[in-house]
């Protein structure tokens, strides 16, 4: 048997072809849209992933003040924070996170989804996330996914 006539290919930051992506959040479910946005920050839809390298694609998010909630979440869920002083631990719904700040409810479900460590940091910051329909990125010709 020829052992050379095959070999495990590993990307590397050299060999990675990052590609610009359009995501649409009109009437999407958070948690669904951002299982599938996470798989494809990962790199996990191409051929030649390799878990310790950023081999994921940008991904641009469009509508992002138009995502929907299944259930009561909306209303009930609650984000937690905490200062780290005595009594500074802070509680946000969704609904009130979404009048101030529309983007950040699509950020921290995508953050929570991506591995909590340096990778999982560089991969976030290719997530651009934007509330109306338009976004600046036009000029990298990003390709617009339906799913």
């Given at each position: 048997?020829?052992?050379?006539?095959?070999?495990?290919?590993?990307?590397?930051?050299?060999?990675?072809?990052?590609?610009?992506?359009?995501?649409?959040a009109n009437?999407?479910?958070?948690?669904?849209?951002?299982?599938?946005?996470?798989?494809?920050?990962?790199?996990?839809?191409?051929?030649?992933?390799?878990?310790?390298?950023?081999?994921?694609?940008n991904v641009?998010?469009?509508?992002?003040?138009?995502?929907?909630?299944?259930?009561?979440?909306?209303?009930?869920?609650?984000?937690?924070?905490?200062?780290?002083?005595?009594?500074?631990?802070?509680?946000?719904?969704?609904?009130?996170?979404?009048?101030?700040?529309?983007?950040?409810v699509v950020?921290?479900?995508?953050?929570?989804?991506?591995?909590?460590?340096?990778?999982?940091?560089?991969?976030?910051?290719?997530?651009?996330?934007?509330?109306?329909?338009?976004?600046?990125?036009?000029?990298?010709?990003?390709?617009?996914?339906?799913?």
């Amino acid at each position: 048997m020829n052992t050379l006539s095959y070999k495990t290919v590993s990307a590397n930051s050299k060999t990675v072809t990052k590609e610009w992506v359009v995501i649409d959040a009109n009437a999407e479910i958070l948690g669904r849209l951002s299982s599938r946005i996470a798989f494809i920050l990962r790199g996990k839809h191409k051929a030649n992933f390799t878990p310790h390298v950023d081999c994921g694609d940008n991904v641009i998010v469009i509508n992002a003040d138009k995502v929907r909630f299944t259930g009561n979440k909306f209303e009930e869920k609650e984000y937690v924070s905490y200062t780290g002083y005595p009594g500074g631990q802070k509680f946000i719904s969704p609904k009130d996170l979404m009048a101030k700040h529309p983007t950040r409810v699509v950020e921290k479900a995508i953050r929570g989804m991506l591995p909590k460590n340096k990778l999982g940091n560089k991969v976030f910051k290719n997530l651009h996330v934007y509330a109306g329909a338009e976004h600046p990125h036009a000029a990298q010709t990003p390709k617009t996914i339906k799913f």
